[in-house]
Nanobody, 123 residues
């Protein structure tokens, strides 16, 4: 399986924006669903958002709905996560992953994971 690669993390102040990108090196993603998860220190991995690679359908965690947007670029084989109005509680390592299922919102349904990119929201 092709391991996704995340880019775009960094340090930002509350209320600012960041855009993360997930790429599938060498080809397309290995499953019909691409998702973003995050894990902060001492906590379990948390679902953030997912998108159907073919359908384009999206789904968000309540904690980010209205602030984050997940999108795909089929020409570039990338899935982006636009994060606006960031809060300190958004601080985490963000992972991109692919699932063999057409609808997946739990980590155990995802098969191929990237190493992650750190997002820190602090004043």
């Amino acid at each position: 399986q092709v391991q996704p690669v995340e880019t775009g993390g960094g340090n930002v102040q509350p209320g600012k924006s960041l855009r993360l990108s997930c790429a599938a090196p060498g080809g397309t993603f290995s499953g019909p669903t691409v998702g973003w998860f995050r894990q902060s220190l001492g906590r379990n991995s948390e679902f953030v958002a997912r998108i159907g690679w073919n359908s384009g359908t999206t789904h968000y965690a309540d904690s980010v709905d209205g602030r984050f947007i997940i999108s795909r670029d089929r020409a570039k084989n990338t899935v982006d996560l636009q994060m606006d109005s960031l809060k300190p509680e958004d601080t985490a390592v963000y992972h991109c992953a692919t699932s063999r299922y057409t609808w997946a919102t739990v980590a155990s349904d995802y098969d191929s994971w990237g190493r992650g990119t750190q997002v820190t929201v602090s004043s």
